[in-house]
């Protein structure tokens, strides 16, 4: 069976903020994705024994920064060394989820890179082994980084013009409200990119070339490559979620990116109505999209077999 791989990007609330160009968001809900959506995700993945992949922001589970809510963060922390000691992998998602880290100078990508590793080594006794980019924006300065850092994959190329379109079409409208939003459209040299794993180029990461670290896109399906990404299949019909599922029989890896905030509920976690209104998958209770994500793993479970990234990592350098 070929590989599937579950990731969970734990980005917080106030990441959403920023893309919805809200402003910054209240600061009760700092933690609200460590402490209410984490361990509903968590129970999940442990209950059908499967190993997955948490993307950590460096700084909410610094325990060590002369931050605000220290409790809160060594909790957090706390957390996540009880889910890598089940087996479960941490991989890097930089310090403080800045959008656009590939455009920032070298030294500052250097920092996010470097201290969100001191916070995952200081909870876990395995070093990371994966970075993903926040906003799937990637760089050579980054793969440099990752590299002397002997990190052994990137997994941030997602390779899906579609979803771009529509993200430029929504950043332009914010635009012109005069309410930007804080994302940013990743270099579209990474539309063509290979969407299978690969070697990239160390100075031009969407080309094969010969880096030490290896590539694992993020899913999309094949020719027309639509994004099989978690909240995509949780909120589409179940003809359309069939029919997805079934093209990516071709891909030699299934790379399924969940997002905290999928296992978010709006009314029990208390999310206010301003995001609610701009994130759809909000709108549907925790139960239910509880219950679709499991008919999609049941689904996977068929065809697939699940392991980590790092595993999956391991492989690919080994053959490619
Ligand atoms: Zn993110």
């Keep these: 069976m ?13 990441c959403y903020y920023k893309i919805h160009g809200l402003g910054a968001a209240p600061r009760e809900l700092e933690h609200v994705i460590f402490e209410r959506a984490l361990p509903r995700a968590a129970k999940l993945f442990a209950s059908r024994g499967l190993r997955v992949t948490w993307f950590v922001v460096g700084r909410d589970a610094d325990a060590d920064a002369p931050l605000p809510d220290r409790d809160s963060r060594a909790a957090n922390a706390a957390a996540l060394r009880e889910l890598a000691q089940r087996g479960d992998e941490l991989g890097n998602h930089s310090y403080s989820h800045p959008y656009d880290l590939a455009r920032l100078p070298t030294k500052k990508i250097e920092d996010e890179i470097g201290s969100c590793d001191r916070v995952l080594r200081a909870i876990a006794s395995t070093p990371p082994r994966g970075f993903r980019a926040p906003g799937y924006d990637v760089s050579a300065q980054m793969f440099d980084a990752l ?8 997994s941030s190329i997602f390779p899906a013009p579609g979803y771009y379109a529509a993200k430029a079409v929504v950043m332009g409208a914010l635009a012109l ?3 930007p939003s804080g994302a940013v459209l990743a270099n579209p040299r990474q539309l063509i990119a290979p969407a299978d794993p690969y070697r990239p180029a ?16 993020i899913a999309v399906t094949p020719w027309t490559r639509i994004p099989a990404i978690g909240t995509n299949l949780i909120l589409a019909p179940e003809g359309i979620r069939t029919r997805v599922l079934a093209a990516m029989a071709k891909r030699e890896l299934f790379n399924l990116e969940l997002h905290g905030i999928d296992f978010a509920d709006a009314d029990k976690d208390g999310i206010p109505g301003e995001l609610v209104a701009r994130q759809p998958d909000l709108r549907v ?3 239910e999209k509880l219950a679709r994500l499991e008919a999609i793993l049941d689904d996977l479970a068929k065809t697939w ?13 080994r053959t490619r």
């Excluded at 590299?147 to 990137?154: E, M």
């Design 177 to 179: 409200l005069r309410r």
């Design 2 to 14: 070929k590989p599937c791989a579950v990731s969970i990007d734990l980005d917080a609330i106030d």
């Design 285 to 287: 209770p925790i139960a």
């Design 202 to 217: 160390m100075t031009a990461p969407w080309r094969r070339g010969q880096a030490p670290l290896v590539e694992l896109p």
């Design 147 to 154: 590299a002397r850092r002997g990190y052994r994959y990137d």
């Design 305 to 317: 077999q699940f392991v980590t990234l790092a595993e999956v990592a391991a492989d690919v350098q």
